[in-house]
């Protein structure tokens, strides 16, 4: 599988960063993953195709060509950042690449609850009619007191906490498995369906 990571903020030091930095080197063995920084898209505004900025070009393409998709995002005042939700913006004014694309959102913060708010919001953002992404269900990996969950190593300390990362990675992994064969078969119908006026004779 090839996943492309989103670290959904613009902050130097950041543990969703670290998150997937780990997950990058934990899952190596099942998963390429490539991790994407949103702090290098420019802010959202409304251009016409010949004004699309290379940034916003690479990282729709980056989505194509991807299994899935995976978003670390840190919780602002319950909310995703602002520049998480631009290059969702992006996404949706121009490529709208994120259409049945499968999508696991990860999420850590310095407080207890990890991100829970920040990651229903981004849940009811990645299902709207032009993103439209393929979200696991009953899913959420919640990353609390991230400050102190990683060594100097960059690697994840809470046991608990990793052994349900691996549960979660796993459960991904199939789930793409399972919407790539079911977007193949309905492409494949919808290819060989024919309409009652292809039937009839002349």
Known sequence: MNYLAIVGT???VSTNRMLLQFMKRRFEKSANIELFEVMELPAFYEANEHQIPEEVATL???IRLADGVIIA???YDHAIPAV???ALEWISYTS???IDKPVLIVGASHGALGSSRAQAHLRQILDSPELSARLMPASEFLLGKSQAAFNADGILVYQD???????IFREFVLFTEL???LLLEKTTIKRNK???WQTQEA
Do not use: F, G, H, W
């Open 10 to 12: 613009n902050s130097r």
């Open 60 to 62: 729709s393409e980056k």
């Open 73 to 75: 995002t840190p919780e």
């Open 84 to 86: 998480l939700k631009s």
């Open 96 to 98: 709208q690449a994120l």
């Open 161 to 167: 906490k990793l052994a349900e990362l691996d549960e």
């Open 179 to 181: 919407i790539c064969k």
């Open 194 to 196: 024919k309409y009652v």
